[in-house]
């Protein structure tokens, strides 16, 4: 039978699964809510055979299609190294792919493509200088804001050199990227707000930040005692260096403090790929492990009091934030980590910028109850209300609609 639904080819410059990461986790969602509405969606990303093979469940699960190119090898350090000298951020330098250029010229030469739309501003890198179909680019973040902020918080003179020219770097490739769309589509109002305002767009839309309320089902805190020793927990991906920075002002600054209050209370840092220099921070304090790479994340979360967002950079939304609050686990977080995401300090979360405020506050949870199980039900209702996934991908297929039309 022939669907006459317009084409939506959608370029991921990663391979989504496993869903390790926010931005990873958005996209599937935004996907997964567009398949079966307005669109045939037809996904362009790098993916090996064993990849396919691996998750093909999945693939079929967020497109009626998927095109993949052949994944680019790692580089060698030393030449990721040279990419700091190159005319492009390296973040965006390591996503330039001559397969992924083919597969995309391949779909445009066959005519049945009307929307394309690119995940990441880093995608841009692959997009071609002439495209004949409308175009949409997704974006997670301010990338430039992220190395400003990255450089505001260096620890020393050459890291705070590399960090200003990345920032330069990307913020001259930002707004020459995205001009280039029919419409950018932020994650909070407040992105959107700075791409009109910084670089000049006249057509910059936000979608909510979504989350899959049945996978993330809400539960109230767990009781210490009894032979459980409380239980502090951070989840992000730990090859990120914004959770690096804010995962190690955690434990140097913050945790000796919770632990003079709260000397039994363990600290449990959930993610991928943590540094060894970090874990090695980790053994020299008290009570502080790391899971490394997790197939799920919910049994950590339901098994702590609160957890923790120390987060002293970033950019974008903390789609964790949203996940955390859905299970019922209280949040404390500072104001970057918690930004842009429209939930209210002390009604959703505590909100504390300092190494003492974070402490305190993780303490005074820690300690009462009656204050952790109010703060899980009205995050939850609030999630609940406003931040469902689908509620995010109706708003993302309508701006399509609207940048079609």
Not at 41 to 50: H, Q
Not at 245 to 274: C, H, K, M, N, T
């Amino acid at each position: 039978m022939k669907d006459d639904r317009p084409c939506l080819a959608f370029v991921s410059p990663l391979f989504l699964f496993p869903n390790d990461a926010g931005g990873k986790i958005r996209s599937t969602n935004i996907l997964r809510g567009l398949k079966g509405g307005s669109f045939r969606v037809r996904l362009l990303l790098p993916a090996s055979a064993e990849q396919q093979q691996r998750w093909a469940p999945e693939l079929q699960s967020v497109c009626d299609e998927y095109v993949p190119w052949q994944p680019s090898m790692q580089r060698p350090r030393v030449w990721r190294a040279l990419d700091l000298l190159g005319d492009l951020p390296v973040n965006v330098a390591a996503d330039r792919s001559k397969p992924a250029e083919r597969v995309i010229a391949q779909q445009l030469a066959r005519a049945d493509v009307d929307l394309m739309v690119f995940d990441f501003v880093h995608a841009s890198v692959l997009r071609p200088p002439r495209l004949p179909v409308r175009s949409v680019c997704f974006t997670h973040n301010v990338e430039a804001e992220i190395f400003a902020r990255h450089a505001l918080n260096a620890k020393d003179a050459l890291r705070r050199w590399v960090w200003r020219s990345q920032h330069a770097k990307m913020h001259r490739f930002e707004a020459a990227a995205l001009r280039q769309y029919d419409t950018v589509i932020a994650v909070s109002e407040r992105d959107a707000q700075h791409f009109k305002s910084e670089y000049g767009l006249s057509r910059a839309e936000a979608i909510p930040t979504g989350v899959d309320l049945g996978h993330f089902g809400w539960a109230l805190p767990p009781r210490s005692g009894a032979g459980q020793a409380p239980k502090v927990v951070f989840v992000g991906s730990m090859d990120s260096a914004a959770n690096i920075d804010g995962v190690r002002f955690f434990i140097e600054q913050a945790w000796p403090r919770v632990l003079a209050s709260v000397p039994q209370a363990q600290l449990q840092i959930v993610g991928r790929r943590p540094p060894a220099s970090l874990v090695a921070i980790g053994r020299r304090s008290t009570q502080v492990s790391f899971t490394g790479f997790v197939d799920d994340v919910r049994p950590f979360v339901r098994s702590a009091q609160v957890s923790v967002i120390p987060l002293l950079v970033g950019g974008g939304t903390r789609i964790k934030a949203f996940e955390l609050m859905a299970m019922g686990c209280p949040v404390v977080s500072t104001a970057v980590g918690i930004e842009g995401l429209g939930v209210q300090a002390g009604e959703h979360h505590l909100e504390r910028d300092t190494a003492d405020g974070m402490a305190d506050a993780v303490v005074t949870l820690l300690g009462n109850a009656g204050q952790r199980d109010a703060l899980s039900q009205r995050a939850r209702a609030q999630v609940e209300q406003r931040f469902g996934h689908r509620i995010a991908a109706q708003v993302f297929e309508d701006i399509c609609l609207r940048t079609l039309a």
